[in-house]
């Protein structure tokens, strides 16, 4: 039996806004990360991919709320957990990532320092040995020890983020969540960035990865599950190789579709039509069916349910539904 290192079960997080409307922006997510496994989270802006991330952080903003779900940890939902206890779990246990590494960092302090600062406040021991480990992360990412003295501005947009992987390596967690880690780096960098997180990877033997973004291409280079996510809901959960050379939900299809491949030169770029819908008037029925050209009565009128097609392949379509009847 396959050790679990993160299992969400059914999170709901929704953002309450002053006008009375509530936007479900993760509305029954569920999935589960083995030890040493990486799952990823794809989908378009607005999905709330982030969103997960921020609820198994307990970093949730104003006027959002964790309203219900687990997010199991070491036997105990760290949802039900009090500042104190989920002070003991971020950084030390899971760690996380950002989208922005040229924000993340105080711009006033050394670049060193801050990745320190995380291992004596979780750590709790001596600085000597504190610098060591922080020096040593930094270098295991892939960074000049020079630059252990640098402030964040002079440092450029790649370096900045391998020196945020290197804070939330610093105490060894066991999960790390990347949220949109490539995001806003060029071509290269993105692929040095994720170059990097397969070595740490297979380096860290316990290391279990949860990987957000939008592109179908960067998340297939390195999670063995992803789960596809649309308007807060799950649409398909699968193996990667599976998933992307038989994807069963329309939208994961389109989303393929939309990836360049090098095997095929002269191909055209296929983009979903149509807009993402708004969260503060959601359509009756599949979310997607708007966009999707394969939609029937009954995807206009209720949500369909979350079905196990194949072992480990899930996918929540009308279509796949009739197909099994």
Request: charge should be neutral.
């Amino acid at each position: 039996m396959t050790e679990l290192s993160l299992e969400v079960k059914d999170l709901k997080s929704y953002y309450f806004l002053p006008t009375g409307t509530v936007i479900k922006a993760v509305d029954g997510v569920t999935f589960e990360i083995a030890e040493a496994g990486a799952l990823g989270i794809i989908g378009e802006s607005g999905s709330g991919k982030s969103t997960v991330a921020w609820s198994i952080m307990r970093f949730m903003p104003f006027p959002g709320k964790t309203v219900g779900g687990q997010v199991l940890f070491e036997g105990q939902n760290i949802l039900e957990l009090d500042s104190e206890g989920m002070r003991k779990i971020r950084w030390k246990k899971i760690a996380m990532v950002t989208q922005s590494a040229m924000s993340a960092f105080d711009p006033l302090m050394k670049m060193g320092d801050q990745i320190l600062e995380a291992i004596l406040l979780q750590e709790g021991v001596p600085e000597s040995q504190a610098l060591e480990q922080a020096q040593k992360t930094f270098e295991e990412v892939g960074l000049d020890p020079s630059r252990f003295k640098s402030y964040p501005h002079e440092m450029s947009g790649g370096m900045k983020q391998r020196a945020m992987i290197a804070m939330a390596l610093a105490c060894r967690p066991a999960v790390i969540i990347a949220d949109e880690p490539t995001t806003a780096l060029d071509v290269i960098v993105q692929a040095q960035i994720l170059k990097l997180l397969q070595e740490l990877k297979n380096r860290t033997k316990s290391l279990s990865i949860l990987f957000i973004s939008h592109d179908l291409s960067i998340v297939a280079a390195l999670c063995d599950k992803i789960l596809v996510m649309y308007a807060g809901k799950m649409m398909e959960l699968a193996e990667t190789r599976s998933l992307v050379t038989n994807p069963l939900h329309p939208y994961t299809s389109e989303l393929v579709n939309s990836c360049p491949r090098i095997e095929k030169r002269e191909m055209s770029f296929e983009s979903i039509p149509g807009n993402p819908p708004d969260m503060t008037d959601l359509p009756a029925g599949c979310p997607f069916h708007p966009r999707c050209k394969y939609a029937i009565k009954i995807c206009r009128e209720r949500n369909p349910e979350w079905l196990e097609v194949r072992r480990g392949h899930f996918v929540a379509c009308h279509l796949v539904e009739r197909a099994r009847e």
